[in-house]
């Protein structure tokens, strides 16, 4: 079965300092996959997607950037983190015609 | 561009009482369209999804929603609902089963009360 992994849960970050999120998808080949930002009652954010290795869309102008060096791996960085970088994020995949499916998500907190 | 729009961000209920959760969507073509649910501590979770087919699509937990093209909505209900259903509700529509992702409602804060 496919499982779907995201690191680290929580993160505590000055600002200025970069940041490196990882997402890992199992038991699955060529996913979509995406990054996601929730904010308490905004709901969830696309931020990034990506159809295949190296391939990256942006939905949003922002601090961040995001990458697929491998088929199932999908990160997210920046190099210097802002106060308003705080939030949760999440990863998520599809396949072809599925619905999405997510991490467990990273609590990222900018000080 | 798509966009989802959910009624209420908020809902407080007794257990046993009726739940329907509203969403409305905002795209011409053919969309698939879901319910997620976010229990407490917990990540996102399928509660149902709509492809095709028949229009009232049954999910996990006794939810339900109907798919009402016309209306551009698919909402959620369930006839009694539980304690155990105090969770965050996220509408989502995906147009054309396209790679592009998920576009999600604001969500709704669920509350039941024993």
């Known amino acids: 079965s496919q499982t779907i992994h995201q690191w680290p849960a929580t993160l505590v970050q000055p600002v200025g300092s970069p940041l490196s999120l990882e997402c890992t998808v199992e038991g699955t080949s060529n996913p979509n996959l995406y990054w996601y930002r929730q904010a308490a009652g905004r709901g969830l954010q696309l931020l990034f997607y990506s159809v295949g290795i190296g391939q990256i869309s942006s939905e949003v102008p922002q601090n961040l950037s995001a990458s697929r060096p491998q088929d199932r791996q999908f990160i997210l960085s920046s190099k210097k983190l802002l106060l308003s970088d705080s939030g949760f994020y999440l990863c998520a995949w599809t396949g072809a015609g599925t619905e999405a499916f997510f991490g467990q998500g990273t609590r990222l907190t900018v000080v | 561009a798509q966009s989802v729009s959910q009624h209420n961000h908020h809902v407080i209920l007794s257990e046993a009482a009726s739940l329907e959760l509203g969403c409305n969507y905002s795209y011409g073509g053919t969309v698939n369209l879901f319910w997620y649910v976010q229990y407490p501590g917990q990540h996102l979770q399928l509660l149902l999804k709509?492809?095709?087919?028949?229009?009232l699509v049954k999910g996990i937990k006794g939810f339900e929603a109907e798919f009402i093209k016309s209306k551009f909505s698919f909402n959620l209900r369930k006839p009694s609902v539980q304690w155990s259903d105090t969770a965050e509700y996220f509408c989502a529509v995906n147009a054309g089963g396209g790679a592009d992702g998920l576009t999600f409602g604001k969500g709704t804060h669920l509350i039941i009360q024993p």
């Open positions: 709509y492809f095709s087919g028949d229009p």
